[in-house]
T-cell receptor, first 112, second 110 residues
């Protein structure tokens, strides 16, 4: 099992550009989520999904969109990048909402 | 609103010491609590998960305790090793999401 994979590892964007951060898991987990990690603020939940076709907002959803067309994939879209979105983004999955979460290696995003 | 605090923010100890990392949370209505390890530039690795009905969990040299009524959890690391150097994060789960603390950065020197 590859576990949770994320691409790209690093990305630099200009303000206003859009992009998609990819996340995939091969453990047949129903629950997937996206977090951002900023210095001194811990990890904050952006969006999550309890299964294919179902998504919901977390603490900091503004500026981000998600969709879940398959169990395996949960992409995160930045619609119009802003410098405030400079962060490290982590995708996570688990068999259920209250069970152990498995994290991907992260994507380090810089918005100029 | 749930808030999770970890003290100390950083800790440096010599190899072989037993040590305790602390996590406190403001709302005792939690579903479970997880401890994670994060190495520099890497993702998070789950260490232990304690359900709200449990008092402690053990894995090897690690022991995590949970006192829901006082809003506290501790992670005990026995006989620390340089390979234990990392940031340790605790996270509490309420009804729908995990709330993370900001972590304790641990350095174990030989």
């Amino acid at each position: 099992n590859a576990g949770v994979t994320q691409t790209p590892k690093f990305q630099v964007l200009k303000t206003g550009q859009s992009m998609t951060l990819q996340c995939a898991q091969d453990m047949n987990h129903e629950y997937m989520s996206w977090y951002r990690q900023d210095p001194g603020m811990g990890l904050r939940l952006i969006h999550y999904s309890v299964g294919a076709g179902i998504t919901d907002q977390g603490e900091v959803p503004n500026g981000y969109n998600v969709s879940r067309s398959t169990t395996e994939d949960f992409p995160l879209r930045l619609l119009s990048a802003a410098p405030s979105q400079t962060s490290v983004y982590f995708c996570a999955s688990s068999q259920g909402q209250g069970l152990t979460q498995y994290f991907g290696p992260g994507t380090r995003l810089t918005v100029l | 609103k749930q808030e999770v605090t970890q003290i100390p923010a950083a800790l440096s100890v010599p190899e072989g010491e037993n040590l305790v990392l602390n996590c406190s949370f403001t709302d005792s209505a939690i579903y479970n609590l997880q401890w994670f390890r994060q190495d520099p530039g890497k993702g998070l690795t789950s260490l232990l998960l304690i359900q709200s009905s449990q008092r402690e969990q053990t894995s090897g040299r690690l022991n995590a305790s949970l006192d829901k009524s006082s809003g506290r959890s501790t992670l005990y690391i026995a006989a620390s090793q340089p390979g234990d150097s990392a940031t340790y994060l605790c996270a509490v789960r309420g009804t729908d999401k995990l709330i993370f603390g900001t972590g304790t950065r641990l350095q174990v020197f030989p």
